[in-house]
């Protein structure tokens, strides 16, 4: 069965300091991945998916991530994060283009100005 | 393209009571999503509908729970005999070619 695990239940940073959001996913076959962000009362916004070919995907609001395979990861990045980056972020995971998300727990990002 | 609505944002209603959540996705895309989130978790699965025809449901969804898309339009999830557990937020999403848009969601709280 697919999972996804993010060890980091929060995660602080300062403004304009740079940002790694760590995520693992547990699937037989190559996966589907996303990031997605929740911020409070809007819905779920997409931030980047990965599907197939280069390993190295880039997204909306500067955000890029990295698949790999040798270490089931889909880590998400940015260079400088801003005030407005603080939200939940969820990693995820589906088995094909059709197929319903399975979502990690989130990590809730702050922003220390 | 305005998005994907879901109607109502908030709900509070007593133990026992039936609810029912409409979600009108993007114009256009055949595929509609229903999620559960509560507190603290991510979004889970409950079932999707291809048009108007349902092909998956989560074990997530008892007999208490049904899901509609008449014409493979609009949907609506129903909840009967609401139970406190039953308090989440119920998520939406629709599908073009590859990628899911979620609405904002209903707010169910069950006293």
Known sequence: ??????????????????????????????????????????????LLKYFSGDTLVQG??????????????????KPSVHWSDAA???CAVASNRDDKIIFGKGTRL???? | DTGVSQNPRHKITKRGQNVTFRCDPISEHNRL?????????????????????QLEKSRLLSDRFSAERPKGSFSTLEIQRTE?????????????????????GTRLLVL
């Open chain 1, 1 to 46: 069965a697919q999972s996804v695990t993010q060890p980091d239940i929060h995660i602080t940073v300062s403004e304009g300091a740079s940002l790694e959001l760590r995520c693992n996913y547990s699937y037989g076959a190559t996966p589907y991945l996303f990031w997605y962000v929740q911020s409070p009362g809007q819905g779920l916004q997409l």
């Open chain 1, 60 to 77: 909306i609001k500067g955000f890029e991530a990295e698949f790999k395979r040798s270490q089931s990861s889909f880590n998400l990045r």
């Open chain 1, 88 to 90: 939940e972020y969820f």
């Open chain 1, 110 to 113: 702050h922003i220390l100005p």
């Open chain 2, 33 to 53: 999503y229903w999620y559960r989130q509560t507190l603290g978790q991510g979004p889970e699965f409950l079932t999707y509908f291809q048009n108007e025809a």
């Open chain 2, 84 to 104: 406190q557990g039953d308090s989440a937020m119920y998520l939406c999403a629709s599908k073009n070619m590859e990628t899911q848009y979620f609405g904002p």
